[in-house]
């Protein structure tokens, strides 16, 4: 009888210890890329890798729009920082040519390493989507770069740590906001120490967060994470104190342009949600059944993730509700477009894009091993929301493409 226990508690040991090893394996090599894509050179020649670049193309393309356009506008908001006196938020504005029913706005790189995709799909529809004598009476609104410091170096928040769509207030109550589900997790998610990517923790990092996972529930613990929080200035997703320098500056530039628009659309281009090459459509969910309806109206055809169902997260401070609020009198419409990059709606893929955050901020906050590791994480973190694969990059384009092309002819057709 012994012995017969001892083999069923090595025959135990063994499967346990190859399980371990075979999810070791599995998270350690997950790395989901798209098959079979021939990407298109034009769209390609869309995507430019650094700021400062995108930056002079998007100017250069708005400066040759505005011979076609009459009374198209170029503003800058200066972002001050300790670190680079040369950032700015760049906004092309073309009014319509009769009056003042419609708008759409396009923003990008709210999360600043998002940036590089958000220009390219901004100086597509720029260029292909809009033509002069096509907007009689619809006009457009393209806002570049609003967090400049993170799209510059590489990071989704601004030189504060602040995340901009956490961030946005009008009366400033936002800020004492307490995310309590966030602080029971503070010590998971805000390690301290220099970062080792080698660590036993880093190493092991999937099974803490499963058993996590398991005792309260993924939807739990990605509202908890993600919805922002106003408590640790060191940590991921942390909304801020008080209004960051370009969401002041923005409001006061653009309550007048958007006062007399009796219906408005705002399109926020964003990176890292979702399923590889797959573009999510995802609002924060909508209780007026109207707005509803009409944005379902917009993109007929098209996937919806509503973002009312167990699967995704909704927001605090987010940049569409904000810029919805400097006209409470127009019917205002939003859809956050996500490009989806890491399969982040199942569980290795969620757990590898928290992880991937965790070291990035851990290391921002309290150091790095070494240059090498710094760098590796960094490289990863950029990755993370701006694939280099041209097949990811071709197909973001083509969706867009797409999905605006419908979007803005049914906007010019859209009524009550």
């Not at 944005?295 to 909704?314: C, P």
Request: aromatic share 12%; with cysteine.
């Amino acid at each position: 009888m012994k012995k017969v226990l001892k083999i069923l508690l090595y025959g135990l040991a063994v499967l346990v210890v190859g399980a371990i090893i075979v999810s070791y394996i599995a998270y350690s090599s997950f790395s989901p890329s798209l098959k079979g894509i021939e990407p298109n050179e034009s769209d390609l020649a869309y995507f430019l890798d650094s700021y400062d670049d995108c930056r002079d193309a998007f100017l250069l393309k708005a400066g040759e729009m505005t011979a076609g356009f009459e009374n198209a506008e170029l503003f800058r908001i200066e972002v001050p920082g300790s670190t680079d006196n040369d950032l700015s938020v760049d906004l092309f504005y073309i009014p319509p040519h009769t009056d003042t029913s419609r708008l759409i706005i396009m923003s990008s790189a709210i999360h600043g390493v998002e940036g590089f995709t958000g220009s390219a799909v901004q100086r597509m529809a720029m260029t292909e989507l809009i033509e002069p004598g096509s907007n009689t009476d619809m006009g457009f609104l393209f806002i570049h770069a609003m967090n400049p410091y993170g799209f510059k170096y590489g990071r989704r928040v601004t030189e504060n740590n602040v995340d901009l769509n956490r961030n946005c207030s009008i009366d400033g109550t936002l800020y004492s906001t307490e995310n309590q589900g966030y602080a029971d997790l503070y010590d998971f998610v805000n390690p301290s120490g220099v970062v080792k990517r080698g660590s036993l923790f880093n190493q092991f990092f999937y099974m803490v967060a499963i058993a996590k996972i398991v005792k309260a529930s993924m939807p739990v613990l990605r509202q908890a994470v993600l919805q922002g929080q106003y408590q640790f200035p060191d940590g991921l997703y942390f909304g801020g104190k008080v209004p960051e320098p370009q969401i002041e500056s923005i409001a006061s530039l653009l309550a007048p342009i958007l006062k007399d628009y009796e219906y408005i659309l705002e399109i926020d281009l964003h990176t890292g949600y979702g399923e590889i090459g797959k573009l999510h459509l995802f609002p924060n969910p909508i209780e007026d059944q109207k707005v509803r309806q009409l944005t379902g109206d917009l993109f007929a055809g098209y996937h919806i993730d509503w973002g009312d169902s167990d699967d995704f997260y909704t927001v605090n401070g987010d940049f569409c509700s904000f810029l919805g609020s400097l006209n409470p009198d127009a019917t205002f419409l939003s859809m956050p477009f996500e490009f989806g990059t890491l399969n982040s709606q199942v569980t290795f893929g969620s757990i590898t894009s928290l992880q991937n955050m965790i070291l990035e901020n851990q290391g921002i906050q309290h150091g790095f091993k070494n240059q090498k590791q710094e760098n590796k994480i960094k490289e990863t973190s950029l990755r993370m929301y701006y694939p280099e694969e041209e097949e990811w990059r071709s197909v973001v384009i083509s969706q867009s493409r797409d999905v605006l092309a419908s979007s803005i002819e049914a906007f010019q057709k859209l009524s009550d």
